[in-house]
């Protein structure tokens, strides 16, 4: 069995160039290529799916913030994050898509009629600390 494994003389695949034999990678690495590419079709099916299927997709929004949160920890790091959303406001409106699953809102009925009283919208505790509460819609 090994010996088979170590005759390059059976292998369809290989090629000689100056001296050396040459093999593709996916002939070399059959189960490496397959994962590679099923990893790809994740991401892509995701990114399409968070693009145009998302109970989100009607809002507009920069397309890279409608698929990752890497957008807008980009823009926080640069700090230049507060005046990218009031640009994105004057572009796209008063509720503009700043990632996968957030919304920025700059109407203040809106805003009222999320956060407001009333049970309009279920939220769930998450964090609390001196400065802030944090809080999940259901």
């Known amino acids: ?5 170590l005759d390059l ?4 695949t290989s090629v000689w160039r100056d001296g050396k034999i040459i093999r593709p990678v996916a002939a070399a690495y059959p189960t490496t290529v ?19 299927f998302h109970p989100l997709a009607k809002f507009p929004g920069p397309f890279i913030a409608s698929s990752t949160n890497l957008w807008k920890a980009y823009q926080v790091i640069y700090g230049n994050y507060e005046g990218v959303l009031l640009d994105l406001h004057r572009k796209y409106g008063k509720i503009v898509r700043i990632g996968p699953n ?28 001196e400065e802030s509460y944090m809080f999940k819609t259901d």
């Open 1 to 5: 069995m090994f010996s088979r494994l």
């Open 9 to 12: 003389n059976t292998d369809t």
């Open 34 to 52: 397959f994962l590679v590419l099923l990893v790809l079709a994740g991401f892509s099916s995701r990114i399409v799916y968070d693009r145009f």
């Open 102 to 129: 957030h919304l920025d809102v700059s109407e203040p009925t809106v805003v009222k009629t999320i956060y407001g009283g009333g049970r309009t919208f279920l939220k769930r505790y998450i964090a609390q600390n």
